[in-house]
């Protein structure tokens, strides 16, 4: 079992940053894909961007160049740095670990990009 608490969103002007942080407790961190999702309103959830245990990461194209997923085993921590956002980017985040057939979500974190 992993638990997962994110933090970190808010509201900000088009062309700001925002740094979520989702901390994880439970089995062994370093282990799991972690992954960040978003879900706005009416549209589906889509997964973002993820890093594996080796610390490759991938991104979907609508972010690429803007936002930088990193985690720390260390501290049991994911973070999400999300620059030059925009108006589109405003969602409900969430962080995730998932290993093998396992998927924890965390409990989400509201983003608000103004323009």
């Known amino acids: 079992q992993v638990q997962l608490v994110e933090s970190g969103g808010g509201l900000v002007q088009a062309g700001g940053s925002l740094r979520l942080s989702c901390a994880a407790s439970?089995?062994?961190?370093?282990?799991?894909?972690m992954a960040w999702y978003r879900q706005a309103p009416g549209k589906q959830r889509e997964l973002v961007a993820d890093?594996?245990?080796?610390?490759?990461?991938s991104y979907i194209n609508a972010v690429k160049g803007r936002f930088t997923i990193s985690r720390d085993n260390a501290k049991r921590i994911v973070s999400l740095q999300m620059n030059s956002l925009k108006p589109e980017d405003t969602a409900v985040y969430y962080c995730?670990?998932?290993?093998?057939?396992?998927?924890?979500w965390g409990q989400g974190t509201q983003v608000t990009v103004s323009s």
């Open positions: 890093i594996n245990s080796g610390g490759s990461t």
């Open positions: 439970g089995s062994t961190f370093s282990i799991y894909v």
């Open positions: 995730t670990a998932r290993r093998g057939v396992g998927l924890y």
